[in-house]
């Protein structure tokens, strides 16, 4: 999975996992995440979903050149009903309600995208711990 796909990369150049469009009714996953076993893939699809439900505009999940998730939100500049401070307050929310998750897609991204090596990994989760 080490290849680098700019087809799958947002405006701010992070990897897309996945996302959801208010306006086409659409959600995206993307297929080089297969490999996430269906019950996450389920999750997210719901997070997504929901989100653009409440708050319309685009919604989506994604990794940043380190790895670390990135919750981003979009609406076009002349959606009238798209609510900015809802979505930032629901952005936090789901952040909270889904932390561990989001931990173990960071994981994931580190290994089998970023290719880091796991015993190495595992010292560094268990020395982060232990501090």
């Known amino acids: 999975m ?5 087809e799958n990369r947002d405006k701010n150049g992070n ?3 996945c996302g959801a469009n208010a306006y086409e009714k659409k959600y995206f996953f993307n297929h080089d995440f297969d490999r996430i076993p269906e019950s996450i893939q389920e999750d997210l699809h719901i997070v997504c979903v929901l989100f653009t439900e409440e708050v319309g505009g685009i919604f989506t999940i994604g990794f940043d050149s380190e790895g670390q998730v990135v919750l981003s939100t979009d609406a076009e500049e002349d959606d009238i009903y798209y609510d900015e401070v809802s979505s930032g307050l629901l952005i936090g929310e789901i952040r909270r309600n889904r932390e561990e998750l989001f ?4 994981l994931y991204y580190r290994l089998a995208v970023k290719g880091e090596n796991p015993e190495e990994l595992l010292k560094e989760l268990a020395d982060a711990e232990d501090a």
């Open 15 to 17: 990897l897309i996992l």
């Open 103 to 106: 931990e173990q897609l960071e």
């Open 2 to 6: 080490k290849k680098d796909r700019t």
